[in-house]
């Protein structure tokens, strides 16, 4: 059954000329680095660069396992530098100068559906991996200490306890998408590999209960294969990951999967995308949203 739930929210801050019946439309976005996002805030085109964004944004903190400080933030009015570097400190964002795929997509839907009010909630850590014993950066799963997926939740019912809390009028909350970009730490490893099932499964369930609906849909974008466009393999374990991820559709209902797609170029460190190619995977994300 679906779960839409109600919420007083200070609709001064989303733009919204609100009557009683006026809904938000949420999107989850997570993962590691990709997610985080390596676009050039100085490279964006001016259509971009000078747009005013009407969805807002509440990123959490993305520190590694055993922070405290991980998964806290604060609203504000989307705009780049919610990239990686982009943390919360001493009550404020502070914003990098990077961006990830929200840009593309918030302007991907706010010119496609110029009626609707969206909003944004971000965790994502770079380098995180889904098991315990891959914990460099930052482990999704790990019953040792406080995680990944921690933190993730934390800042989603951060994010809905800021709505409730500076209310001034009701409006409903749709959670729309969960997206998520990430992988390349456990195809580094067998292991990671073997577990991802498993894993993701966990982290889904857990995040689609915090945003109050069992069946949100999910977009997951496969991790993209330097080896096709450069020759060199990063990932020893690509090929079984990929494998894994286009059998997740069958173990988690309503799951899409955006296989790798020829405007993904690399950067030269291998690892992390172009600003275009950031834009372009935002706008394949707005895509998938189910109204």
Known sequence: M???????????CFNVKAQSNDTLYLIFLGGQSNMAGLGKNKELPDSIQHYHFKSMIFQ?????NGDSTGGY?????????????????????????????????????EHQYPKKQFAFIKYAKGGSSLEP????????????????????????????????????SKITLKPILIGWLQGE???????GVANYPKNIG???????????????????QTIHNPE??????????????????????LQIPT???????????????????????????GQEFGKQCAF
């Open 185 to 191: 730490t456990d195809a580094c490893h067998q292991k």
């Open 255 to 281: 799951t899409k999967i955006l296989a790798p797609l020829n405007q993904v170029v690399f950067l030269k460190d291998l690892w992390h995308y172009t600003t275009e190619s950031y834009l372009y995977l």
């Open 202 to 220: 966990v982290i889904m369930n857990a995040l689609r209960l915090h945003l109050g609906y069992s069946k949100i849909p999910i977009c997951i």
């Open 73 to 109: 933030g604060k609203w504000e009015q989307l705009k780049p530098g919610h990239g990686s570097g982009f943390a919360f400190k001493h009550e404020k964002n502070r914003l990098s100068h990077l961006f990830g795929i929200e840009l593309g997509m918030a302007y991907y839907l």
């Open 60 to 64: 959490g903190n993305p520190v590694r």
């Open 133 to 168: 014993d891959l914990d460099q950066y930052g482990s999704w799963i790990d019953t040792t200490k406080i995680n990944q997926l921690d933190f993730a939740i934390r800042t989603i019912d951060s994010a809905l306890v800021q709505l409730q809390h500076h209310a001034t």
């Open 2 to 12: 679906r779960i839409v739930f109600t919420i007083w929210i200070l609709l001064c």
């Open 228 to 249: 096709a466009q450069c020759g060199v393999k990063t990932m020893p374990f690509y090929e079984d990951l990929a494998s894994v991820f286009h059998e997740l559709p």
